[in-house]
T-cell receptor, first 113, second 114 residues
């Protein structure tokens, strides 16, 4: 049990819609990272938030955006959903640092029809 | 672009056999983490290796970090059906990575049959 919780667990949307995914970080962790995991692939880094500021971003378009709140929980927002956005979205929390040890939630399975 | 190549991609063995999974890159990592992921779940951290040449043991699992910190291996002795799952390696880049990024391999899907 990592203490990282994500909601909802499953979500079905149609192309063009918008979606918000939520994550509560493990107690004491001030850094949250979001990843997209397509079927049969390893997770791909979307972005990271540290103390409510974006702290790094992967190769994802601007329609992927996020927020971090004062209690270190976080949201991932995706606008103008495309079919290829169907994936497992993972949130990971950490204390940062060079070793970057991250603890993952169970993920949100998003299906775009 | 920094990549982590994992091999083999799929592995099906009988209970009691030994196996090794490899994770290779041309890039140097400040640390490398191994995760195990069950279907429909998030990755669960198994171990973190930090020092070149480091070896860590977790019961029947042995993890090694290459001397140059570019590669790693996971060896399982006497595999059990409970070891079935997707094994992922993930590296924290030393240079050039987007801050906060963990680079993941595609994973090794292990199936241990009774």
């Amino acid at each position: 049990e990592t203490g990282v919780t994500q909601s909802p667990t499953h979500l079905i949307k149609t192309r063009g819609q918008q979606v918000t995914l939520r994550c509560s970080s493990q107690s004491g962790h001030n850094t949250v990272s979001w990843y997209q995991q397509a079927l049969g692939q390893g997770p791909q880094f979307i972005f990271q938030y540290y103390r409510e500021e974006e702290n790094g971003r992967g190769n994802f378009p601007p329609r992927f955006s996020g927020l971090q709140f004062p209690n270190y929980s976080s949201e991932l927002n995706v606008n103008a959903l495309e079919l290829d956005d169907s994936a497992l979205y993972l949130c990971a929390s950490s204390l940062g640092g060079a070793e970057n040890i991250q603890y993952f939630g169970a993920g949100t399975r998003l299906s775009v029809l | 672009t920094q990549l982590l190549e994992q091999s083999p991609q799929f592995l099906s063995i009988q209970e009691g056999e030994n196996l090794t999974v490899y994770c290779n890159s041309s890039s140097v990592f400040s640390s490398l983490q191994w995760y195990r992921q069950e279907p429909g779940e998030g990755p669960v951290l198994l171990v973190t290796v930090v020092t070149g040449g480091e070896v860590k043991k977790l019961k029947r699992l042995t993890f090694q970090f290459g001397d140059a910190r570019k590669d790693s291996s996971l060896h399982i002795t006497a595999a059990q059906t409970g070891d079935t799952g997707l094994y992922l390696c993930a590296g924290a880049p030393v240079l050039g990575g987007s801050q906060g990024n963990l680079i993941f391999g595609k994973g090794t899907k292990l199936s241990v049959k009774p």
